[in-house]
């Protein structure tokens, strides 16, 4: 069955470290997100493509940056992890612009 | 920037009764999309019911409902004949029409099914 899962779901790091938290998706979706959730704030976007080449920061950018070499994946990258990043990430993705997003099942992280 | 608030950090509910979510959104849009999501203690968020703005039918999904006011710009969710699966963060997002299909959450409501 096609899916999206993301890799490793859950990760400790200590800050200043690079962190690099995968997202694959089977479904050859167009539309790719990364969000993140902390208590209080829901889901947060942070990143989104629309194709191959194609990046868009979303409200809570900073500090991440990702890039999109092909349809099925979208890695997330935190520069220099900052214990303000410690959340649970979430990658979604959906086959065009008015279609529902489908979720992966998260990454804890938490920065030391 | 759109907006959505969810004013109930937690609800509970008898199983078997019904209970309702509160969802409230900001916009200055005509034509948009609203969702609630679920997610249970897995992490996992699974769709629950989408409506589209433009149309002025509430959408229903077996036991789930929702009541959509647009004028009022509200969007509540009404799980009937709830039970213990039904526990769970329940999230309301809103989603312009016209602007990508960048999803805008709430801050969740936590729902407590009781045996």
């Known amino acids: 069955d096609a899916e999206i899962t993301q890799s490793p779901r859950h990760k400790i790091t200590e800050t200043g470290r690079q962190v690099t938290l995968a997202c694959h998706q089977t479904?050859?979706?167009?539309?790719m997100f990364w969000y993140r959730q902390d208590l209080g704030h829901g889901l947060r976007l942070i990143h989104y493509s629309y194709g191959v080449q194609d990046t868009n920061k979303g409200e809570v950018s900073d500090g991440y940056s990702v890039s999109r070499s092909n349809t099925e994946d979208l890695p997330l990258t935190l520069e220099s992890a900052a214990s303000s990043q410690t959340s649970v990430y979430f990658c979604?993705?959906?086959?065009?612009?008015?279609?529902?997003?489908?979720f992966g099942p998260g990454t804890r992280l938490l920065v030391l | 920037a759109q907006t959505v608030t969810q004013s109930q950090p937690e609800m509970s509910v008898q199983e078997a009764e019904t209970v309702t979510l509160s969802c409230t959104y900001d916009t200055s849009e005509s034509d948009y999309y609203l969702f609630w999501y679920k997610q249970p203690p897995s992490r996992q968020m699974i769709l629950v019911i989408r409506q589209e703005a433009y149309k002025q039918q509430n959408a229903t999904e077996n036991r789930f409902s929702v009541n959509f006011q647009k004028a009022a710009k509200s969007f509540s969710l009404k799980i009937s004949d709830s039970q213990l699966g039904d526990a769970a963060m329940y999230f309301c997002?809103?989603?312009?029409?016209?602007?990508?299909?960048?999803?805008?959450f709430g801050a969740g409501t936590i729902l407590r099914v009781k045996s």
């Open positions: 479904w050859n979706h167009n539309n």
């Open positions: 997002a809103y989603r312009s029409a016209g602007n990508g299909n960048k999803l805008v």
């Open positions: 979604a993705s959906s086959r065009a612009l008015q279609e529902t997003q489908y």
